[in-house]
């Protein structure tokens, strides 16, 4: 039905311009129409009219004997000039007082026709006592004439006239001027209309576009105020843009709150699998040392071996495994810490290059006791955005894994690269390759892609998992990749 009706109803500026075209071209139908059945009886009885009045200040010069004398002159010449009046004004005697016409003999024969003439060719308009009024057709002239013969009060006669063919003439070209007037005041309203149509209604139709953006929550879209625009469009325009704000507020809140919502319920679940994971993982990886603790230390009780070296051992072995337990205990609080963003990150901009020749000091002589050379030649600053200090603990454990992985050449290489808006930091050492289908696994808490090489060094497990924690609450990128002779580590920081 909604699109039954969108079909059916044209748009507001179309609505506009029919409507106002319309009624001004109905106006001048109108008027055109009124003219021309209305003008000409209209012309006629203010002819009607100018006659009598004529008639009456005739007859008022004859009431005051001034009639003959020449101070009637221009007053008679005025009102026979400006009313087009043809006037002979005949005494008792039968000689002519006044007349307008040259034409004397003529204007006698139409007072004759008048007196006792027949009435075919007249038709009384108006009949009083001391005058009657006619229109009556010329046959020597062949056209019409209002006509006016009657006695004046000093026993005059007089006759007056005036042609109606004027009349009718003037009538026809008013009504032709006001044709051709009208038609171009219709083209001419047209255009103005269409032109002033749209710009009215371009406030309506922006504010059409802006609710429909805003049904399709697009809150970007705004009113904005034009100069042909009404008061009343303007402020429905500003409720419009505040109801978008309102709402754009609103949905965002309600978003953030469902985004907070569904935050927690994952963080839960987070939570309830990782408790589940840490148990088990720390079960079974605490299970080996307390079990080499238990049985040296029940060996030391019970005096298995009773000499010095024996005991010095078994006492070595237990502490060794409290360390190492200690250190799995201190990893797996740090990284909970991280996972469940308890532990604050301070970014700051540093010396990427100065942190690395660091670390590089420090694990130097490790390296070089087990015959590996560590190269690293960035000889200028290199500034990132970062925590140094977790920075710092990345490195270390990649360059940590690279000297207890480097097997053949025993090489170690520290590269830094600029790439686009970061800064990549990459840990590669010669040796054995990740399988492809385990590359992907060594950031898993606990997993060990040699168990008994990681074992063998003291490995845990977690630290590539805190590698992986850390570069996530920096919200940048890390990874690992196998080579044509070795494994490489990279990770990736804002520059500075």
């Known amino acids: 039905m909604e699109d039954i009706l969108k079909k059916k109803r044209a748009p507001l500026t179309i609505q506009l311009i029919v409507t106002m075209v319309g009624l001004v071209a109905g106006t001048v139908l109108l008027c055109a129409f009124i003219n021309s059945t209305c003008l000409e009886h209209f012309y006629i009885y203010k002819k009607e009219s100018s006659i009598i009045e004529g008639f009456k200040v005739i007859n008022k010069a004859a009431n005051d004997n001034y009639l003959s004398s020449s101070k009637f002159d221009i007053q008679f010449e005025s009102l026979c000039a ?147 625009s009404s008061r009343e469009t303007d402020e429905l325009g500003n409720n419009m843009n505040i109801l978008s704000d309102t709402l754009q507020r609103v949905i965002s809140e309600l978003k953030e709150a469902n985004n907070e919502l569904m935050r927690d319920l994952e963080k839960k ?112 600053p290199v500034y990132v955005w970062g925590d140094e200090f977790k920075v710092e603990e990345v490195i270390s454990n990649f360059l940590s894994n690279a000297i207890h992985y480097a097997k053949y050449d025993k090489k170690i290489e520290i590269n830094i690269e600029a790439k686009e808006d970061v800064i990549r930091t990459t840990v590669f050492n010669t040796g054995d390759l990740i399988p492809e289908e385990e590359i992907e696994k060594v950031w898993i808490k606990f997993y060990k892609v040699d168990k008994a090489r990681t074992r063998e060094y003291g490995g845990s497990g977690i630290g590539l998992s805190i590698v992986k924690a850390i570069m996530d609450s920096f919200r940048q990128k890390c990874g690992v990749e196998n080579r044509e002779n070795g494994v490489a580590f990279w990770m990736e920081l804002q520059r500075a």
């Open 82 to 228: 400006n009313k087009n009046l043809t006037i002979a004004i005949v005494g008792s005697d039968k000689t002519t007082i006044r007349s307008s016409s040259t034409n004397e003999s003529y204007i006698f024969m139409q007072i004759n026709d008048m007196i006792y003439g027949d009435d075919d060719n007249a038709i009384v308009l108006k009949k009083e006592k001391n005058y009657v009024l006619q229109r009556r057709f010329d046959d020597r002239m062949n056209a019409y004439f209002l006509t006016l013969y009657g006695k004046l009060n000093d026993g005059s006669t007089i006759f007056m006239r005036t042609p109606l063919e004027s009349i009718r003439e003037s009538a026809q070209l008013t009504n032709f001027f006001f044709e051709c007037v009208g038609g171009m005041c219709v083209i001419g309203s047209t255009i103005i209309i269409i032109f002033i149509s749209k710009r009215i209604s371009r406030p309506i139709l922006q504010l059409s576009k802006i609710s429909k953006e805003i049904t399709n929550l697009n809150f970007d879209a705004k009113y904005n105020s034009c100069m042909l």
């Open 269 to 380: 679940e987070k939570i309830d699998e990782m408790r589940k994971e840490f148990l088990s993982n720390v079960s079974h990886e605490l299970k080996t040392p307390l079990a080499l603790i238990q049985g040296y230390a029940e060996g030391l009780k019970e005096c298995i071996n009773d000499d010095p070296e024996s005991k010095e051992y078994y006492s070595e072995v237990i502490i060794d495994e409290a360390a190492k337990m200690n250190k799995m205990v201190q990893k797996l609080l740090t990284l909970n810490q991280l996972e469940f963003g308890n532990d604050m990150v301070e970014m700051k901009r540093f010396d990427l290059k100065e942190l690395v020749d660091g670390i590089v000091s420090t694990s130097s002589l490790m390296a070089s006791q087990n015959g590996i050379t560590i190269t690293f030649d960035e000889d200028k």
